[in-house]
Every structure is written in C-alpha cells, then in structure tokens.
C-alpha cells in the first residue's frame, strides 16, 4: 500500500523468536541470590537500594533493541506513488510579432489601456502555463525572425524569455513567411505526434525571402499545423509619439493587417484563423487553441519504494549502546 511499510525480507522477522531465549541466557540470574544463605529472613530486613529495582531495565534495553534490529534486518520499505507522462505529444512554436505596428494602444490590460504587446505577451505567457506537458519553442520576429527560445520542456526559464520580448528588438518589418519558415526549422527534427504553429501577428507581409504561401505549404508537407492570429482593430489606432517639447502625444494611424493572406495560411495547413480585436478575445482564442491541440498522452503509474530501515537501527544500536554502558556499570554488578 502508498505510504504503508512493508518488508523487503518478511522472514527475517521470524529471529524476534529468538530473543527470549537470548535474554534469558543473558539475564537469567537477575533476582537469584549470588550466595546461599540459610535464612533469608536476614537479607529481607536489610534496606534494598535502587540498583536493585533499576537492574530491571538492563533486559527491557537489550530485549527492544534486538527487535529493533531484526526489523531493520527485514528492509522495511515504504511505498511512494509515482507517474511517468509520455511528454511527447505536442510540439509548438509560438510566433511573436514585435514589429513597430505593435505600439499602437488599442487594446486594455486590468482597466488601463496598453499596446498590443504587452497584451500579446501576457496572453502568451497564460497559454504557456496551459500546455504543461508539451515542448514549447518561442520565436519573436518582425523584419527577420529572432529565436527566443528553442523546443523545451522547462517552462520556467520559457516564461523568462517571454518577458525578455520587446518591441524594435529586431530590424523593423513584418517577414511573416521567414517566421513560419524558422518555425518549422525547430520543428524539423521533432518526433511528436502533432506539431504545431501558433503565428501572431498584427500587420502584411512585406519583407523576407519567402511568401508566406510557400511557406505554409511546406508547413503542410512536414505535417504541421498553424494557427494564425491577427491582432488590432482593423482600423485607426492611437499610436505614442516622441514630442518634440518633451513628453509623449498620440496620433491616430491606420493598423491593419492581411486578413485575407493569415486565412489562406491557416487553410493551407489544416489550421484555423482568428481575429483578435481586445484582450478578452485573445484570451479566449489561444483558450479555443488550447482545446484544438489537446492530444491524449499516455501516463504510467508505477510505485518506488524508499528505504526505511535506517530509523530502526539507528534507535536499536542506540539502545543496545546504553544497555552496554549500564551493564559495565553499577547496574551490571548482581549482589
């Protein structure tokens, strides 16, 4: 049973039958007079000291610490429950664009309003805390791709790399192809049952040495699905402006992207396209993502046993120790 002991060798605890007759060979003359008298009436009127009484605990000392001992010569062993998960399941990269488009301030964040990078990176970071048993690669891209993270299990330090993705951190565009096309580069050695592609983005392809059709198709021919998210409001959107009296204004400028161009990508590749135009909908789109790319993974239960016979010898050479000590004692003299 989980958490009970059990003994490794059951039969070694057949040697506790034994102890009686090892502590009547060695304790056999407690309360036995030492020399013969012929009136014991003497001896009964003289005081009686402690040692007397407490030579008793000499045979309880050696009596414990021989069981002690034999259990711990059984191996007692206790029970952990244990599972093992197939982690091979999912296999996913997720495409960040941090394009200068991303700036604009038209979504909203807790009551405050926040441009769509912030948002997309809390969106991101939620959705990796979702998918706890897959390898999960981070790509931030704009004019070139930029590999944040490659295939991994430790989400932790993926969830570090997330907050590292900032705006302008690459030379400015939107290479959408280039971004699928070094996606599926960390995708390319992957043994996973399903692979995956998720593409946020919220502008036009307009820079890169591949399409992002012939790269969806090659996403397609490797197997690998990808699911594409336009980000903004299709319209004018609030954008920050360095004053040239200090301090920062907003002007209004137009946003789109290709909605068109991000529906032929997710139908190349048997994905779905979504629009997300606020947070709440972003969150509900990698929320639908998240059950699309559920897959089953297979868990092995098992149980490890841990040793547990190191409390026992230790109490047990403890009390044969002080049996010993007292024994050579005063309490080990027999009047």
């Known amino acids: 049973m989980i958490g009970e002991l059990q003994f490794l060798y059951p039969w070694v605890l ?3 039958l034994l102890i009686p007759l090892v502590l009547i ?4 003359r407690i309360g036995k ?3 013969p008298f012929t009136d014991h009436r ?7 000291s402690w040692v007397v009484h407490a030579r008793h605990v000499l045979p309880v000392l050696m009596g414990a610490g021989l069981l002690l ?4 010569l059984a191996r007692p062993q206790r029970g952990i429950a244990e599972s093992r998960v197939n982690r091979e399941a999912v296999d996913m990269v997720l495409l960040i664009d ?3 488009s991303m700036l604009a301030e038209d979504f909203y964040l807790d009551g405050r309003r926040v441009n769509r990078m912030e948002v997309c990176v809390h969106a991101a970071k939620e959705f990796i805390r979702m998918r706890r048993n897959d390898r999960i690669s981070v790509i931030a891209f704009a004019g070139v791709p930029f590999v944040m993270a490659p295939l991994t299990f430790d989400h932790g330090w993926l969830l570090q790399q997330v907050n590292r993705i900032e705006i302008a951190m690459v030379q400015d565009g939107t290479a959408i192809g280039s971004a699928i096309a070094s996606g599926l580069n960390r995708l390319r050695d992957s043994e996973a049952e ?3 592609i998720v593409l946020l983005t919220d502008g036009v392809n307009n820079t890169g040495n591949i399409t992002p059709e012939n790269a969806a198709r090659a996403a397609a021919a490797m197997g690998v699905r990808v699911h594409a998210i336009g980000a903004g409001t299709q319209d004018y959107a609030p954008f920050p402006v360095r004053s040239p009296f200090g301090g920062t204004r907003y ?3 137009l946003a789109v992207f290709d909605e068109a161009q991000l529906q032929r990508i997710a139908d190349i590749t048997g994905g779905q396209y979504f629009h997300a135009n606020d947070t709440e909908a972003l969150q509900r789109i990698y929320e639908e993502i998240d059950q699309l790319e559920r897959t089953e993974i297979e868990v092995h239960e098992y149980t490890r046993f841990e040793e547990a016979f190191m409390p026992f010898l230790l109490l047990s050479l403890g009390l044969l120790v002080a049996e010993r000590l007292l024994a050579v004692g005063k309490l080990g003299r027999w009047p």
């Open 69 to 72: 001992l034999v259990v711990a």
């Open 25 to 28: 060979a060695r304790y056999g």
């Open 98 to 100: 941090v394009s200068s």
């Open 33 to 35: 007079a030492a020399l």
């Open 194 to 196: 399903s692979k995956v």
């Open 251 to 253: 002007v209004r400028q």
């Open 42 to 48: 003497l001896l009964r009127a003289l005081p009686v």
């Open 14 to 16: 057949l040697l506790a």
